[in-house]
Nanobody
Framework: QVQLVESGGGLVQTGGSLRLSCAAS????????MGWYRQAPGKQRELVAS???????NYADSVKGRFFITMYYRNYTVYLQMNSLQYEDTAVYYC?????????????????????WGQGTQVTVSL
């Protein structure tokens, strides 16, 4: 099986920085697009940033110029560098992979899982 494991959340003051990490584990041979979403209390989950396996990136307007997403393709780890954090960035941040190819089952057949989510990591920005 495959899973996404996040780390790096925490408490930071306004204007500070944090880096989130998300590692995909399992017998993986392909990941298409990985991204970070966030959900604040009482709000819908929204896309923060995404990156394809070709390196194409996409950012929410609210984080452009402050957040930067990168991927280390060798071990399918995606990072989100968050700078100039604002109170409004407070949320639970979730890692997502749209499609993961891996060798699964007893005979390790190529298998695909879609829309894979991590468990979430809390980011709190104090005023």
């Amino acid at each position: 099986q495959v899973q996404l494991v996040e780390s790096g959340g925490g408490l930071v003051q306004t204007g500070g920085s944090l880096r989130l990490s998300c590692a995909a584990s399992g017998s993986i041979f392909r990941v298409n697009t990985m991204g970070w979403y966030r959900q604040a209390p009482g709000k819908q989950r929204e896309l923060v940033a995404s990156i394809t396996n070709k390196g194409d990136t996409n950012y929410a307007d609210s984080v452009k110029g402050r957040f930067f997403i990168t991927m280390y393709y060798r071990n399918y780890t995606v990072y989100l560098q968050m700078n100039s954090l604002q109170y409004e960035d407070t949320a639970v941040y979730y890692c997502n992979a749209d499609r993961i190819g891996y060798y699964g089952g007893e005979y390790r057949y190529p298998t695909y899982r879609t829309d894979v989510w991590g468990q979430g990591t809390q980011v709190t920005v104090s005023l």
